[in-house]
């Protein structure tokens, strides 16, 4: 226990001079024409050395928000007007996926269309129908990826609701500020760190895998190209899965992000009482007037 304790507080002070080292070298890991450089960069992105730089952080700016809660309020109006912008936008995928499903049955199915031909800006391209077709699953994984953190501000997850409803409003606070810390950060950092090898084993060659030290994959450098996935399920089916891997990596950042504006915001909650609570957040007025028509209608 004593040696995990004083790992923990080594790891905690190394990531100050990690971070350090890293803003005052930025051509060591940000200099892509020197392979060395993008391996590092790779395996930083993922490395417990950053998962130590970023919690650094999260303590210092939680001390300036406790010492100065309009910062902190702040970072949750930032945070939720990110998720929100971002979730209201990629939202039109869904509206997308329809129309363009629509269009693959009636070309398909009635005018016994088998290719499509789009030429903006005078550069044609030609693609299978099927290829749309199996396009159809990058819009749903847009929605899923990206609207996710989206939703969470709207209060519009599913909650498995045990003991919540019937306790006081302070513990009900408390059990939001152990959530993000325990639940949503940490399984979605496990995302990030396995998803961000996932996404550049399909971007770059030779591959890396998460599992491996910094000096083997250095060793890789002088082989890195360029190797960017686009073999389809089907011959002339969709052949840009590496978005997915994009996507999960997106997905994984803005409810990380999210999971931090939760706790600050369940954090001020609890510090400023009830009146404080559904301070600054923006909800959709569709969904609130949506909800007040439901409850008449019951």
Do not use: C
Not at 92 to 106: D, N, S, Y
Request: charged content about 15%; aromatic content about 18%.
């Amino acid at each position: 226990m004593l040696d995990a304790l004083q790992w923990l507080f080594s790891q905690l002070g190394m990531g100050f001079v990690n971070a350090y080292t890293a803003l005052s070298h930025p051509s060591a890991w940000l200099d892509w024409t020197d392979p060395k450089a993008l391996v590092k960069f790779i395996y930083y992105g993922a490395s417990h050395e950053f998962l130590f730089v970023v919690i650094d952080l999260f303590l210092i700016l939680t001390v300036i928000g406790l010492l100065r809660r309009p910062f902190m309020w702040g970072m949750v109006r930032g945070i939720e007007w990110f998720s929100n912008t971002v979730g209201r936008f990629a939202a039109w995928a869904g509206l997308i996926m329809v129309l363009q499903q629509v269009m693959v049955i009636f070309l398909q199915r009635i005018f016994r269309v088998s290719e499509i031909s789009v030429g903006p800006f005078g550069y044609v391209v030609t693609k299978d129908l099927s290829w749309f077709s199996e396009e159809l699953k990058l819009y749903n994984a847009v929605v899923v990826a990206l609207v996710a953190a989206y939703t969470f501000v709207q209060g519009g997850h599913v909650r498995v609701d045990l003991v919540y409803a019937k306790v006081g409003y302070r513990v009900k606070k408390a059990i939001d500020m152990f959530g993000s810390l325990f639940f949503i950060m940490p399984s979605m950092f496990l995302v990030w760190m396995f998803g961000w090898f996932f996404m550049w084993r399909h971007l770059v060659t030779p591959k890396f895998s998460a599992s491996e030290p910094l000096e083997k994959m250095l060793r890789k450098a002088g082989f890195l190209k360029e190797n960017i996935e686009t073999i389809g399920f089907s011959p002339n089916g969709f052949n840009g899965y590496f978005l997915f891997k994009i996507l999960l990596v997106s997905f994984a950042f803005m409810m990380i992000l999210q999971g931090v504006a939760f706790f600050y915001r369940s954090l001020l909650e609890f510090i400023e009482g009830k009146k404080s609570e559904g301070k600054y957040l923006d909800t959709d007025k569709l969904n609130d007037e949506l909800a007040e028509t439901v409850a008449a209608i019951h």
